[in-house]
């Protein structure tokens, strides 16, 4: 089935500090999603990346998905409180076989 | 609209006892899903729903079994709960569409907390 690495698996860092996670494929991707995951909380949908190359901002959030659709990431710059969580890839596989698989999980935690 | 609800919240089964998850959807969402999460880690894919009479095995089926009659619920079954299955079980549900197959943003419930004893 579909395999998606993302790095790293831990991260802290200061409040103020930018904070990037990555997700690698050894397939191309039809498409990536990325959810959010707060402390005793749900996966809750940030957005999903279908072009190559495609660049999506949501504020302080900016969202990237590689040329040969095989990697992406999750750039937070000036990382507030509020940023605290797990933050998730998630892919689809073939037409046909869309289940969505999700990745390991970044988990940021932030010294105030 | 109440999304993906699942019940119970929490539960304490003992060893070899069974139970269902239940979970229902309400936005026409043809895609179903059931994730575990164990402490401190990912999501992993037990069974998954492409429609009503239809399921397929995820990464960890095994202990557990499935059921779509509906578009509506996906209940997931535990026969004989074992101490490796005390986990935090996530329903989900998402739409395909499109010639494409591109498939939409799934949308969770708030999790079973289930503890075997």
């Known amino acids: 089935g579909q395999q998606v690495m993302q790095i790293p698996q831990y991260q802290h860092v200061q409040e103020g500090e930018d904070f990037t996670t990555y997700c690698n494929s050894s397939?191309?991707?039809?498409?990536i999603q990325w959810y959010k995951q707060r402390p005793g909380g749900h996966p809750v949908f940030l957005i999903q990346l279908v072009k190559s190359g495609e660049v999506k901002k949501q504020k302080r959030l900016t969202f990237q998905f590689g040329e040969a659709k095989k990697n992406s990431s999750l750039h937070i710059t000036a990382t507030q409180t509020t940023d605290v969580g797990t933050y998730f890839c998630?892919?689809?596989?073939?037409?046909?076989?869309?289940?969505?698989?999700f990745g390991t999980g970044t988990r940021l935690t932030i010294i105030p | 609209n109440a999304g993906v609800t699942q019940t119970p919240k929490f539960r304490i089964l003992k060893i070899g006892q069974s139970m269902t998850l239940q979970c229902t959807q309400d936005m026409n969402h043809n895609y179903m899903y059931w994730y575990r999460q164990d402490p401190g880690m990912g999501l992993k894919l037990i069974y998954y729903s492409v429609g009503a009479g239809i399921t397929d095995k995820g990464e960890v089926p095994n202990g557990y079994n499935v059921s779509r009659s509906t578009t509506e619920d996906f209940p997931l079954r535990l026969e004989l709960a074992a101490p490796s299955q005390t986990s935090v079980y996530f329903c989900a549900s998402s739409y395909l569409r499109g010639v494409e197959g591109k498939i939409t943003e799934a949308f969770f419930g708030q999790g079973t907390r289930l503890t075997v004893v």
């Open positions: 998630a892919v689809t596989g073939d037409v046909g076989n869309e289940k969505l698989t």
């Open positions: 397939t191309t991707l039809s498409n």
